[in-house]
């Protein structure tokens, strides 16, 4: 007999697991199929940072959101997932970006955010050891953070079996089944049949093929973005530095003391691809020395690569789809992790009660791409 | 000796007990290993713990060592200066 649940997710990463535990606090059964091990996609590789100054309302507001749930994660979720308010400071180098900046925070300070426009010297009064050589302003928002994508997950993970779901690990969702235009099961490599009414799309850069199996063209395609981790130091208060310079890049101190980083690759490359390159360890050492001189002495420890996975407009898709029963959280554009436990939240109480907690339309599935998110 | 006391990974100091502990928690991958426990993660980049990671899976999950997949390894190897990676007009 198949075993059935009010819920299906398909995959293990902060989308998934977000997902997972929102439902079950609502008092659903869910399963949630991960093919690998947890965080082994986008998630895992995502350099930690978490951030509210976007352009466009519905996104400022689901940041702020789940900077919210982040502050208070360890209180609910009973474990410590290195969440600190450490800020992001966009650094802004040309006229262009000057305007862009003062544009945004007008809209960002609408919603309440706490965040400023800073002339290059305020700049270097928060970051004494930041090089302004040709920085003409810059925003910050103190309230802005980061934490470890692996131990939110795991807190997820843990607070869901705690609530009676399952998660099984290494099984991979290789068929959806539609009935009558509503869903109805979904068939794992290991031959399993597991039944519910509701299924999500949580498959970071394997959402397209996901869509597939149920019938649904979801237009994400995956990216690839390196990053890399150094040795951790004595703490130099270094917040997230966005650099949008050609030769930029962005990059933070953690908790632990390590600097992590990565920058958009000049073209875009497509795929999976997870692999490391030596050329992008040298590259990335002389942009972060750059921004932050003293940056020289410490050690690169290791180098990897992620998937993000890209909307045509920067912005997430989370909405029922086409498929009645169906639904998508995808095509996080490089923001899943930040964005995830407000999105999390807020597919869970649409699955469940219809309504979002506030007008999400931007992220509606079937929208027409427009303008592109300004601070992608 | 207590498991408490046996130190599996130097570098970020875990011990066998929260290993053993993770994989009845249903962790038996070690790149999952990796990532819930920063085993592997420091310094020496699982030089020591990586091998002692995969004899405690074999011997919790009998599976052996051969059949697990250990994690993968990444550049740059040993942990270099930024400074060695950047060079000078007289390089």
């Given at each position: 007999m198949t075993k059935s649940y009010d819920a299906i997710i398909i995959g293990g990463g902060i989308i998934g697991t977000a997902t997972g535990y929102y439902l079950s606090k609502q008092g659903l059964t869910v399963l949630l199929l991960e093919k690998?091990?947890?965080?082994?996609?986008?998630t895992g590789r995502c350099i930690t940072g978490i951030r509210q100054q976007f352009s466009t309302p519905a996104t400022i507001k689901t940041a702020m959101r789940s900077v919210a749930l982040f502050s208070r994660m360890e209180e609910e979720l009973g474990r410590d997932v290195e969440w600190t308010n450490s800020g992001y400071i966009f650094l802004a180098h040309d006229e262009q970006k000057v305007e862009t900046f003062k544009k945004t925070v007008a809209l960002q300070k609408q919603f309440g955010l706490d965040v400023d426009y800073l002339s290059a010297e305020e700049c270097k009064k928060i970051v004494p050891m930041l090089n302004i050589d040709g920085l003409l302003g810059g925003t910050w928002c103190p309230s802005d953070g980061q934490a470890s994508p692996f131990f939110v997950v795991q807190a997820y993970a843990e607070n869901m079996v705690k609530n009676g779901c399952e998660i099984i690990r290494g099984?991979?969702?290789t068929g959806i089944t539609v009935k009558s235009g509503r869903v109805e099961s979904v068939t794992t490599a290991s031959g399993a049949v597991y039944g519910a009414p509701m299924i999500v799309?949580?498959?970071?850069?394997?959402a397209r093929e996901v869509g597939r199996m149920a019938g649904v063209e979801l237009e994400v395609e995956p990216e690839r973005h390196e990053a890399l981790i150094t040795e951790g130091v004595a703490y130099?208060?270094?917040?997230?530095l966005v650099d949008y310079r050609k030769e930029g890049g962005y990059f933070v101190q953690r908790t632990t003391g390590q600097f992590i980083g990565c920058y958009t690759p000049e073209h875009q490359v497509k795929g999976r691809d997870t692999g490391s390159t030596l050329e992008f360890i040298a590259e990335m050492a002389r942009r972060m020395c750059r921004l932050i001189p003293a940056l020289e002495d410490v050690a690169i420890l290791r180098q990897w690569s992620g998937s993000y996975s890209m909307t045509p407009d920067g912005s997430p898709i989370v909405d029922e789809t086409s498929v009645a029963g169906f639904f998508c959280s995808v095509g996080m554009s490089g923001h899943g992790f930040m964005l995830g436990p407000a999105l999390g939240e807020s597919l869970a109480g649409y699955m469940v009660n219809k309504t979002w907690p506030f007008d999400m339309s931007e992220f509606a599935f079937g929208r027409s791409f427009g303008a592109k998110e300004d601070l992608a | 000796m207590s498991d408490k006391d046996i130190i599996i990974c130097r570098c970020e100091d875990v011990t066998q007990a929260e290993v053993e502990a993770a994989i009845d928690g249903g962790i038996t991958d070690p790149e999952e290993l990796k990532r819930f426990?920063?085993?592997?993660?420091?310094?020496?980049?699982?030089?020591?713990?990586g091998r002692l990671v995969l004899q405690i899976l074999a011997r919790k999950t009998g599976k052996p060592v051969s059949e697990i997949r250990a994690t993968k390894t990444r550049p740059p190897l040993v942990s270099v200066p930024i400074k060695e990676f950047i060079g000078s007009d007289d390089d």
């Open positions: 690998d091990y947890l965080t082994a996609g986008s099984d991979e969702v799309n949580a498959a970071g850069p394997w130099m208060n270094i917040p997230m | 426990l920063n085993v592997g993660l420091g310094p020496c980049q699982g030089r020591t713990c």
